[in-house]
């Protein structure tokens, strides 16, 4: 018998079927769909836009994060979710700077992949947030036919673009905050409503959302513990005050189901343990609609998330899992 | 059907029992040398009684116990003391081993011997006999069954627990020995019941053990308590916790043994050998070893004499195939990688499984991505990617106060990392760390 040198690894010698490249990719697989249907909602302009977030990830990732944080997607998943909750008519060097600020302030300072302590993409939109707030809060209209940009999409860097180039509409949030209107239930459900790029069809994300959840490459319990404290916190002011938006309104309007599905889910991000993801969801569940109905703010889900990354660590601490044959019951013991 | 019994958490890796699980136990034919490492116990060493040029039968001494919590190594076949030295050990070190060249053309018949009759011993005795018949655990750990069967005399043992859940994958060994020898599985429980002064055994099989369930009930002697329970098919069922949180719905106190819950736990397979230890009078020096694994040619059930080589093992098995890549002795999700086809059997080798090399696990791996999936994996509810952190960081300090000592090493959270992380590794050297400096202060 031959006697090949034999490899020597530590045990255990199997592996399960998840890793950290699969997860990821799979996320950004199953973001496809909805770039898809938000292109179809809100024109060319939307895929451009996702796509100019998403080179500024990428790129700053290959310029200065390690060969091989490039290859397993998490930047890609960045870029995406940027791009999926700006505005179709943003110009798009903005969203390229933006993708470039939230791998490069959002992950890389804090040492690159799993050590950042808010989510990447969420503060880049913080960021372009308050740079520039124009572009930011105006919506483009969904009419025209598909190949008109939906605004001044490639107003030269630096320059804010003509803000005439574009037909804007009111997101469904913005309307009832600032005008008292609300929205039909139906195009909130599927998508057809002025908003963000992606943020608009909850039916889509709640798909694409359920096959990571079936995958178990996102927890369910963040997203359910969001959703049941949001319907249950508005349906509560409701009851009391018909004045305020009902809870199917709240859960559909807006970037929550975005927001709830894809960013309060980054598993970076968020709780490790079971218990603190549904402590998590609920703090983000009740910011968004305190923020929401008393807020200056038409919409709240990005900020409310991030006030919840950062106290992630206290909920990891206070919800620590009981260590077996510990703190047993006197009957048990 | 019915629920299994089960405990929380765990993992679910491919069983791949396929491969040997239909196969009735052989005897292997004696290889030409079987080397003895008088370290095959948990415990201390034994103490060496032969010199090289000593004639030896089948079953004589060579090494006595050194204390109670030790155990004696006898010749597993009859022959000439070539060398007592170093030898390869399958942990990866060397141990003091003797070397019999087995004699050529031997019927290997051992010296006629009287056989205990146990209803006449008391239970020190049989303790005694337990002892000198050199049985250890046969699940993979080893560690001398005498000492688990004598509690201190404050501690009441209510229950005998036999683990033959064989939740590693590829193994078979208990699987077979179950389903091929219930009745000495039987008469060995009665023993230790009787050793132990205990009326009432449990036996715990993973439920996709069906025919082991069978055979086991249908041999059950009516006038012996012992009742054969079905489990899920989880890892790791078969750890001494594990198993007693899923027959009895309690958990052993942090940093306790079983027996502060009034339980012994056994192997199955050291059942049957203690039954066969008293049926024939032999001591342990051969077992039953799953020789498995898509790298290898020929997958079998084999009873070994303890000491064989790897080697002329895998000979036996029909040797390797060409992308063989990995060699480990026990189960693939604790045993023990080998590189040496010099490295002996112990009794404590479970099984020998070969990996392909598409079945090795290298990888690149990745920083912890916060997933959580070992917390939901650690059959004790230890923060594996905290202590992970901690362990990458050297502060092994930290590690103690969040139950470091609980961890069973049982590599679940390993598995199911996604960016690889070496947890159980980590752990494994964080502990011996640990021990290493409480040693020094001491």
């Known amino acids: 018998m031959k006697t090949p040198a034999f490899v020597v690894t530590a045990s255990p010698h199997l592996k399960g079927p998840a890793s950290t490249p699969v997860i990821m990719w799979s996320v950004v697989g199953s973001l496809l769909p909805i770039v898809v249907a938000s292109t179809y909602f809100f024109g060319i302009s939307a895929i451009l836009v996702v796509a100019a977030a998403t080179l500024g990830a990428v790129l700053t990732e290959a310029g200065f994060g390690s060969r091989q944080t490039l290859v397993d997607g998490s930047g890609a998943i960045t870029g995406l979710l940027l791009g999926l909750t700006l505005p179709a008519g943003l110009p798009l060097w903005m969203a390229f700077v933006g993708g470039a600020f939230g791998i490069g302030f959002g992950k890389l300072i804090f040492g690159g992949l799993g050590y950042n302590v808010f989510n990447p993409a969420l503060l880049a939109r913080a960021f372009l947030q308050a740079a520039f707030p124009g572009p930011m809060t105006t919506w483009a209209a969904r009419s025209g036919s ?7 999409n490639f107003a030269l860097p630096l320059m804010r ?12 949030l913005g309307l009832l905050k600032f005008e008292k209107v609300g929205t039909a239930l139906g195009p909130l459900f599927f998508g057809t409503t002025g908003g963000s790029i992606g943020e608009t069809s909850a039916l889509l994300i709640l798909l694409c959302g359920g096959y990571l959840a079936w995958k178990r490459y996102l927890n369910w319990r963040t997203p359910v513990s969001i959703f049941a404290t949001v319907a249950l916190v508005s349906w509560g002011m409701y009851a009391v005050d018909h004045k305020y938006p009902g809870p199917l309104f709240m859960l559909l309007s807006g970037g929550l189901m975005l927001g709830a599905v894809y960013m309060a889910t980054d598993m970076v991000t968020s709780p490790t343990t079971n218990r603190g993801r549904w402590i998590f969801g609920a703090g ?3 910011l968004v609609v305190t923020i929401r109905i008393w807020g200056g703010l038409p919409e709240s889900v990005m900020y409310s998330i991030l006030l919840m990354n950062a106290l992630v660590p206290f909920i990891n601490r206070a919800t620590e899992p009981r260590v077996f044959g510990t703190r047993l019951r006197k009957a048990d013991a | 059907m019915i629920r299994g019994f089960e405990f929380l958490h765990g993992v679910h890796p491919p069983t791949r029992k396929e491969l040997t699980e239909k196969l009735p136990i052989h005897r292997m034919p004696f290889p030409e040398e079987v080397v003895l490492p008088v370290r095959q116990h948990a415990g201390k060493p034994a103490k060496i009684v032969v010199r090289p040029g000593d004639r030896v039968e089948r079953g004589d001494v060579l090494a006595v116990a050194d204390g109670f919590i030790s155990a004696p190594v006898h010749a597993s076949a009859a022959g ?11 942990d990866g070190s060397t141990a003091l081993a003797v070397r019999i060249a087995v004699a050529r053309f031997s019927a ?3 010296r006629p011997r009287m056989v205990p009759d146990w209803h006449n011993l008391s239970p020190e005795q049989v303790v005694k006999a337990v002892q000198d018949a050199g049985v250890v655990g046969l699940g993979g750990a080893a560690f001398p069954t005498h000492v688990k069967l004598s509690p201190p005399k404050d501690q009441k043992v209510s229950l005998v627990l036999i683990n033959g859940a064989e939740c590693e994958p590829y193994l078979t060994t208990d699987h077979r020995s179950m389903v091929e020898y219930p009745q000495r599985v039987h008469l060995g429980i009665r023993i230790m019941l009787h050793a132990l002064g205990v009326t009432r055994a449990v036996i715990g099989v993973e439920k996709n053990k069906p025919d082991a369930i069978e055979a086991l009930r249908a041999k059950a002697p009516s006038d012996l308590d012992v009742t054969v329970l079905p489990l899920t098919v989880k890892y790791p069922q078969g750890a001494e916790k594990m198993l007693i949180r899923s027959i009895l719905g309690i958990e052993v106190p942090s940093g306790k043994l079983p027996l502060s819950v009034g339980v012994v736990v056994q192997n199955v397979g050291s059942a049957a050998t203690i039954g066969e230890v008293f049926e024939t009078g032999l001591p342990l020096v051969e077992r039953i070893v799953t020789v498995t694994g898509h790298g290898l040619r020929r997958p079998a059930n084999l009873i070994v004499p303890v000491g064989t080589k790897l080697g002329d093992l895998l000979d036996c098995c029909g040797g390797l195939t060409d992308d063989a890549a990995e060699i480990v002795f026990g189960g693939p999700m604790m045993g023990l990688p080998v590189a040496d086809l010099n490295t002996p059997i112990l009794k404590g080798t479970t099984g020998v499984v070969v990996l392909t090399k598409s079945e090795v696990r290298r990888q690149a791996s990745y920083p912890c991505i916060h997933c959580g999936y070992c917390l939901d994996a650690c059959p004790v509810f230890l923060d594996p990617q905290h202590l992970g952190s901690l362990a990458l960081a050297g502060r092994h300090d930290d590690m103690e106060p969040r139950h470091l000592a609980d961890c069973v090493l049982c590599g679940s959270c390993s598995y199911v990392c996604p960016s690889n992380i070496p947890l159980s590794q980590l752990f494994q050297a964080s502990k011996a760390a640990l021990r290493k400096k409480t040693a020094s202060a001491a």
Do not use: C, F, N, R
Request: no cysteine; charged share 10%; proline share 14%.
């Open chain 1, 284 to 286: 983000v569940g009740v």
């Open chain 2, 108 to 110: 290997q018949v051992p």
């Open chain 2, 80 to 90: 000439t003391v070539v060398a007592i030295e170093q030898w390869p050990h399958p």
């Open chain 1, 161 to 172: 673009g003509d803000p005439t180039a574009m037909t804007t509409e009111a997101t469904p």
């Open chain 1, 146 to 152: 598909w190949w008109t940009l939906a605004g001044d």
